[in-house]
């Protein structure tokens, strides 16, 4: 991490990122060639599907062949291990490891108990859990594994995983750093924007001044592309038989398949941030993305600090973020912003 005390331009700081992330993964898969990725996104979260794609451009960097392999919470576990062989895993990144988010969480330990000799790499991953028990089932999963690695892309979950879960985590940037400094695809329409987040890790102090329109980016379903993909694989799943090499061709193949669905959900919320001169924000990837694309913006906490912890971690010294104690605050710091650059 860059603690130079003064602000860092967002190249260098993009680029120091984004480098550490591949330098991380390297150590990790040495020297496998070839891996499988599971609980790749099947929704309209522009934030997981940066994620994903910044995932793949680390692995093709790192001249690593990249599988997918449908997984399910009723996945036969016999046919998984023949369509995943010995080939490491990589779990799926973002901030899903905890009990905010459960699904992801059981699925992520059942995959720990199933495959108990593949080495296992948690992609970066923020942690909150709010149930001891839920705590305990995880530490379990993780201390079990005999070769599991976990990432983290922040502080906080950093001590969480060693003082809670046992588990020695590796501090890694955000895999959406690797998509490196982004053009914008269109000009400001508009002043600001607020893009809040809709679902259960919003604060639920959150205030608005009146008469502020704010928009999400998680209002949206699937692709007509998305829906077919997600319709084939669940035909393929009931397909068993094929040889190991057709198995290999279309594990390899869907996975780029669905990295042409996650990208239309991230040019779709490229175009939402460069709408407006300056963005306001509790989503950390409209956090992320912002900065890669050079947009100002004022960014504030969610539910579980992640967001705080996170920018503390890794970007707090770029000169174009801010940081805002609340979303109402936030607004203001952008109208100010605004205010300051037509005044220029």
Known sequence: ??????????????????????ATLDRCLAPQRSVVLLDVPQHA?????????????????????????????????????????SRPILLHGGGNLGDLWPAHQRLRERILADFPEHPIVQLPQSIAFTDRGAIARARRAFERHRDFTLLVR?????????????????????????????????????????????????????RLPAGTATEDWTAHCLTRRGRVLAKLARELDRRPGRSSAVSAALARASMWAWAGVSADHVRRGIDLLCSASVVVTDRLHAHVLSLLLGIPHVVTDNVSGKIRSFYETWTSESDLVTWAESLEDGVRIAQELVQRRDTV
């Not at 331009?9 to 984004?18: N, P, Q, V, Y």
């Not at 399910?72 to 046919?79: E, F, G, K, L, Q």
């Not at 600001?192 to 679902?199: E, K, P, Q, S």
């Open 1 to 22: 991490m860059m603690r130079s005390g003064r602000p860092a331009t967002a190249s260098g700081l993009i680029a120091e990122r984004s480098t550490r992330l591949r």
């Open 45 to 85: 979260n522009v934030g997981d599907n940066a994620i994903l794609l910044g995932e793949l451009a680390a692995l093709r960097a790192l001249g690593r062949q990249v599988s997918y392999v449908r997984v399910t919470p009723t996945s036969d576990a016999v046919r998984l291990r023949r369509r995943i062989g």
């Open 154 to 206: 922040d502080e906080l979950s950093l001590a969480f995983a060693e003082n809670q879960l046992h588990t020695r985590g590796i501090l890694t940037p955000d895999a959406a750093f690797a998509l490196g400094s982004l053009p914008r695809r269109t000009s400001a329409r508009r002043d600001v924007l607020v893009l809040a987040r809709t679902d259960h890790e919003a604060r639920s102090d959150r």
